[in-house]
């Protein structure tokens, strides 16, 4: 068949048939190469098993175990799984956030703290990402990876990581859009004897000028919590102010307040009490959100007697 192929065909055919040949050879070599990637990616796994005497619940081993396979099956693959780290630690500050904006007592002042210093963190980290010697100081899994896997060259990849960063930086802004839109009035609110009462609504200027010359005024405000400040402040000479803070205040604590009483209301109102009436359930709700402690002796001084009989 060959013998009847001359010139330039038969130079061309010759080419066909070795880059087959190479093709195939390489098939056999790549999934040669897989499988002892495979066996020696399970042998490691089993040494670090047998060294660290570890479960597999315990996350920061699964990691390792896990970077162990990345390195030996698919190395071409770390650059994905360093982006698995980043989004890992971005998770852990976006954790750290949740965990100071939740509690019972929290007031706006407070909570829009944390929320505008979380959106200078991450202004911060675009930048740190952005330079030309990257900084991954606050990166911790990150840094790990480009610590075990230096030749992945994540380095290269971090630009594009500022980029996802500045686009959440910009998500986060327009979802807290409505804190921005009354700074004014959360800075009145949170520091009443360092605002500018030019800067103050003119219902309220008066009162603010009242309030900042009385030094005992100032000095509750700094042993009290806000809550309990405008609290004891006189009725009558800042009525304005007392009604200034309780919107203020009444803008999450409601909120918080809510969601506890809807979830006690679950737990209590189950298939096995059946017997539960309105007012039961409805001193058991109070009970529950409130912070305030029953005078047991009181109510005990108050009985005639304990067990009264039938």
Do not use: W
């Given at each position: 068949?060959?013998?009847?192929?001359?010139?330039?065909?038969?130079?061309?055919?010759?080419?066909?048939?070795?880059?087959?040949?190479?093709?195939?050879?390489?098939?056999?070599?790549?999934?040669?190469?897989?499988?002892?990637?495979?066996?020696?990616?399970?042998?490691?796994?089993?040494?670090?098993?047998?060294?660290?005497?570890?479960?597999?619940?315990?996350?920061?081993?699964?990691?390792?175990?896990?970077m162990?396979?990345?390195?030996?099956?698919?190395?071409?693959?770390?650059?994905?799984?360093?982006?698995?780290c980043?989004?890992?630690?971005?998770?852990?500050h976006l954790?750290?956030?949740?965990?100071?904006?939740?509690?019972?007592?929290?007031?706006?002042?407070?909570l829009?703290?944390?929320?505008?210093?979380?959106?200078?963190?991450?202004?911060?980290?675009?930048?740190?990402?952005?330079?030309?010697?990257p900084n991954?100081?606050?990166?911790?899994?990150?840094?790990?990876?480009?610590?075990?896997?230096?030749q992945?060259?994540?380095?290269?990849?971090?630009?594009?990581?500022?980029?996802?960063?500045?686009?959440?930086?910009?998500?986060?802004?327009?979802?807290?859009?409505?804190?921005?839109?009354?700074?004014?009035?959360?800075a009145?609110?949170?520091?009443?004897?360092?605002?500018?009462?030019?800067?103050?609504?003119?219902?309220?200027?008066?009162?603010?000028?009242?309030?900042?010359?009385?030094?005992?005024?100032?000095?509750?405000?700094?042993?009290?919590?806000?809550?309990?400040?405008?609290r004891?402040l006189?009725?009558?000479?800042?009525?304005?102010?007392?009604?200034?803070?309780?919107k203020?205040?009444?803008?999450?604590g409601?909120?918080?307040?809510?969601e506890?009483?809807?979830?006690?209301?679950?737990?209590?109102?189950?298939?096995?009490?059946?017997?539960?009436?309105?007012?039961?359930?409805?001193?058991?709700?109070r009970?529950?959100?409130?912070?305030?402690?029953?005078?047991?002796?009181?109510?005990?001084?108050?009985r005639?007697?304990?067990?009264?009989?039938?």
């Open positions: 068949m060959y013998d009847k192929i001359t010139g330039k065909e038969r130079s061309e055919k010759l080419k066909q048939l070795e880059a087959s040949l190479i093709s195939q050879q390489q098939y056999f070599a790549r999934a040669r190469e897989s499988n002892e990637n495979a066996t020696k990616a399970s042998y490691e796994v089993a040494a670090l098993i047998a060294k660290h005497s570890k479960p597999f619940t315990e996350g920061e081993f699964i990691k390792d175990c896990v162990t396979i990345v390195k030996k099956i698919c190395p071409e693959k770390q650059q994905e799984f360093a982006k698995v980043l989004a890992l630690d971005i998770t852990k954790n750290a956030l949740n965990t100071s904006l939740q509690g019972p007592d929290a007031v706006i002042s407070q829009y703290s944390h929320i505008k210093a979380f959106g200078t963190k991450l202004k911060l980290f675009e930048r740190h990402l952005s330079q030309s010697q991954t100081a606050h990166f911790s899994a990150l840094q790990e990876i480009m610590t075990r896997f230096p992945s060259n994540v380095s290269a990849q971090m630009r594009r990581y500022a980029s996802d960063i500045s686009s959440l930086a910009e998500e986060f802004r327009q979802r807290f859009q409505d804190f921005a839109a009354i700074e004014k009035e959360i009145i609110f949170s520091s009443p004897f360092s605002v500018d009462t030019d800067d103050v609504p003119d219902h309220l200027q008066l009162e603010l000028i009242e309030l900042q010359c009385d030094a005992e005024s100032r000095s509750r405000h700094q042993q009290l919590s806000l809550a309990n400040f405008y004891q006189d009725k009558d000479r800042f009525r304005e102010i007392r009604a200034f803070a309780k203020m205040l009444s803008l999450f409601s909120t918080y307040l809510c506890k009483t809807f979830s006690v209301m679950n737990l209590n109102k189950s298939r096995v009490r059946t017997r539960l009436t309105d007012s039961h359930l409805r001193d058991t709700l009970i529950n959100t409130t912070a305030f402690e029953p005078d047991l002796a009181f109510v005990l001084q108050s005639s007697q304990y067990h009264p009989s039938h």
